[in-house]
Nanobody
Framework: QVQLVESGGGLVQAGGSLRLSCAASGRTFSNYAMGWLRQAPGKEREFVAAIGWSGANTWYADSMKGRFTISRDNAKNVVYLQMNNVKVEDTAIYYC??????????????????WGQGTQVTVSS
């Protein structure tokens, strides 16, 4: 089992920055690719970003490229999502997820191994 706990969400003005954290415990963190997905009210859950087990490989949804940065610290068992130049449309619940296969994170597969409880990000205009 892997337990994932997100933190860092909150209210931010458009154009501002926010950093989300996801602390993992349980099985070996470095065995898993990690990802962030989000779900806005009335919308489908969507992929945001993912990072491979070593941190060498990262993937982003097109709308997040250049604004969001995913990183991980395997020594601390934490994955981060740095969100810059946020937009009102970034308002959503952000979920941390873990899976051995980054491809499943990138498509937001329903059977991703582990999920966090989510953290709310609200961007005001």
């Amino acid at each position: 089992q892997v337990q994932l706990v997100e933190s860092g969400g909150g209210l931010v003005q458009a154009g501002g920055s926010l950093r989300l954290s996801c602390a993992a415990s349980g099985r070996t963190f470095s065995n898993y690719a990690m990802g962030w997905l989000r779900q806005a009210p009335g919308k489908e859950r969507e992929f945001v970003a993912a990072i491979g087990w070593s941190g060498a490989n990262t993937w982003y949804a097109d709308s997040m490229k250049g604004r969001f940065t995913i990183s991980r610290d395997n020594a601390k068992n934490v994955v981060y999502l740095q969100m810059n130049n946020v937009k009102v449309e970034d308002t959503a619940i952000y979920y941390c997820a873990a899976d051995p296969r980054p491809s499943r994170l990138r498509v937001g597969a329903s059977d991703i191994d582990y999920w966090g409880q989510g953290t709310q990000v609200t961007v005001s205009s």
